[in-house]
């Protein structure tokens, strides 16, 4: 009988992809033999699944794209066959294949999207979002280097300005978001140069190995009518309507990655920062919080991306609008300081209060006997700036802030050094 619990984390799944969920699901018997197959039929879905017509909203670079998803629907997983001797495990230069049966028959979710995915850094973010998406619905850990995630890429191109749909080759089994987005690079140019030259795609499948940037064929691609699809005989149809509350579900789901990703884009980041910020839910709130508290967007988000993050803090324990109050006053405080209030932000009882006790010292009585000793013992330094190398302005405002135990004001320090150094 089906797995309950494969079934609804399926409907989950098809709910945060914005799918329909079907009033009437059928298990269809899918033949083919193969070494991970041995017994010459997968137990699958074809034409009725329990999720179709689902998008997902991709933001980019160019604003959003919507990604169409075809379906989602629930199959047995079939072994795992190692190579033996092949570059990268792939049978291809393979001695010997070995067969691991332990995930043969398990629940696995297929998701097939609609041809709207135009560029492999598209298809690259797309697949990061989807995996973001499977793991904070709690469905999977959706780890490649286990197996846990896999996808096949099929490529076709087009001249420009058409809505042709060519032929189309699948790349099998690709277990990298990097080597997803090369060996669909790699595709394009075989496939636009194949036709430039008078030839014709043939429709197959390919297995990508990024070690020689090399694609050979595993086998022509099979049509629906070649795996003889009937009925699954032994497993009844499938009415999750009658089984489970779709309200109930869809309030149970999280907020999607990719809506949290429009959100945090709308603040003015760019995507690379936003989609740093993105990986963790905490860290967005903790960002949302911090800028809530009167901090810049993009001071927020370095903030948590360069001080918070590479502490090890955890985002989901710190008191943002506290933590605040200690970046507001950053150039305040002496750096020892800012530090240790970051490493402490997700202790209990956190409080800003005992960090901003200290001081920095921005009395220019004091800072300027400091700064002048230094660029008296630093004169070649002092010519070679005047000289056209401002980088040094780095290096003597490091020799400040050594002499002064991290204590001197940053701010104060540049500017008197500047005023200095245009004497």
């Known amino acids: 009988m089906p797995n309950r619990q494969a079934v609804e984390w399926t409907i989950r799944l098809g709910l945060g992809l914005g799918c329909e969920i079907a009033e009437h699901a059928v298990f269809h018997r899918k033949?083919?033999?193969?070494?991970?197959?041995?017994k010459g039929y997968q137990i699958s879905q074809y034409d009725e699944p329990l999720c179709i017509d689902g998008l997902v909203r991709l933001p980019g670079p160019d604003g959003v794209a919507e990604i169409g998803i075809t379906r989602a629907h629930l199959e047995e997983d079939a072994a795992k066959t190692l190579h033996v001797g092949g570059a990268e495990g792939r049978i291809h230069g393979a001695t010997a294949s070995l067969v691991d049966f332990n995930r043969g028959g398990t629940p696995l979710v297929e998701i097939v999207t609609e041809p709207h995915i135009r560029t492999a850094d598209q298809a690259r973010r797309f697949l990061q979002l989807l995996r973001q998406t499977v793991v904070e619905l709690g469905i999977s850990d959706a780890e490649m280097e286990k197996g846990s995630l896999r996808f096949d890429v099929n490529v076709s191109v087009r001249p420009a300005g058409s809505d042709e749909l060519r032929t189309r080759t699948e790349l099998k089994n690709m277990n990298s978001f990097a080597f997803a987005a090369r060996g669909i690079e790699r595709e394009i140019d075989r496939q636009i140069a194949t036709y430039e030259s008078g030839g014709q795609v043939?429709?197959?499948?390919?297995?990508?190995?990024?070690?020689?940037?090399?694609?050979p064929p595993l086998r022509s691609k099979e049509e629906a009518e070649d795996y003889r699809y009937f009925p699954e005989p032994d497993l009844v149809p499938i009415e999750p309507l009658r089984e489970w509350s779709l309200e109930e579900l869809r309030g149970e789901l999280p907020e999607s990655p990719s809506a949290r990703l429009e959100r945090v884009l709308a603040t003015g980041l760019d995507l690379r920062d936003a989609e740093a910020l993105n990986l963790e839910p905490a860290r967005v709130t903790l960002f949302e919080t911090i800028r809530d508290a009167g901090v810049e967007s993009k001071a927020a988000a370095a903030f948590v991306l360069n001080d918070v993050a590479p502490q090890g803090v955890d985002p989901a324990r710190v008191d943002g609008a506290e933590l605040a109050k200690v970046l507001r006053e950053r150039d305040q405080i002496p750096r020892a300081a800012f530090d240790a209030a970051v490493a402490a932000s997700a202790t209990e009882g956190f409080s800003a209060d005992e960090y901003l006790r200290e001081r920095t010292v921005a009395d220019t009585s004091e800072l300027?006997?400091?700064?002048?000793?230094?660029l008296s013992e630093n004169e070649q330094q002092v010519e070679a700036y005047r000289g056209g190398k401002e980088g040094l302005l780095g290096f003597f405002v490091g020799q400040v802030m050594r002499e002064t135990r991290g204590k001197a004001n940053p701010k104060v320090v540049n500017e008197r050094l500047r005023e200095k150094l245009a004497g």
Do not use: G, W
Not at 31 to 38: L, V
Not at 368 to 374: A, E, L, N
């Open 202 to 215: 043939e429709q197959e499948t390919l297995h990508f190995d990024p070690n020689r940037e090399d694609a």
């Open 31 to 38: 033949h083919y033999f193969y070494p991970d197959n041995p």
């Open 368 to 374: 300027d006997p400091v700064i002048d000793r230094i």
